[in-house]
């Protein structure tokens, strides 16, 4: 049976000093948050408002724009983040910047907004857990940082 080295696999499917093994989490993730984003996109206006109104109780300077024009800004923000995560040409370090910033506002509604914590604990409330889940998006987003940080001046980073 042939062994195909990582090194060369790497460099036919011209991913530099990426590393294989970001592929997958960038791949599901990035796809994940494309989708969110498009689906924002086509938002109505109930569900803008829904959207803007659960954003502006965790960041009241929100409350300034528009439900529809929030809701646009935000699925056009998820497009872009979701593209620089699939895309192999963006750095793995600046995806995850993104990443861990955009996951990081995510985990403040869960924080800032009533009901969504069981009281006195960072335990998720059954109304919370969508937004608690989201953690998930933090580790991923500061792994790709750590590990491009730990990797620097290695070829396998």
């Known amino acids: 049976m042939a062994r195909i080295e990582l090194e060369h696999a790497s ?23 494309v989708n969110a984003g498009v689906s924002k996109l086509g938002a109505g206006e109930e569900t803008a408002k829904r959207l803007h109104g659960m954003a502006t109780a965790a960041y009241p300077l ?4 528009d439900a529809q024009a929030f809701t646009r800004l935000l699925g056009a923000g998820e497009l872009t983040l979701g593209a620089s995560l699939l895309l192999p040409i963006v750095p793995t370090a600046l995806a995850g910047l993104g990443l861990a910033g955009f996951s990081a506002g995510l985990l403040g509604l ?3 907004i009533p009901g969504m ?15 608690a889940k989201d953690a998930w998006l933090l580790g991923i987003g500061l792994s790709f940082v750590i590990d491009t940080i730990l990797s620097r001046g290695d070829d396998t980073g």
Not at 11 to 33: D, E, F, M, Q, V
Not at 62 to 65: H, S, V
Not at 118 to 127: I, K, M, V
């Open 62 to 65: 929100l409350g300034k724009l």
């Open 117 to 131: 914590r069981q009281e006195g604990s960072l335990r998720p409330t059954a109304q919370g857990t969508p937004l």
């Open 11 to 33: 460099k036919g499917l011209r991913l530099g000093n990426r590393k294989l093994s970001h592929l997958p989490p960038r791949l599901i993730t990035g796809a994940y948050i």
């Open 110 to 112: 869960y924080l800032r």
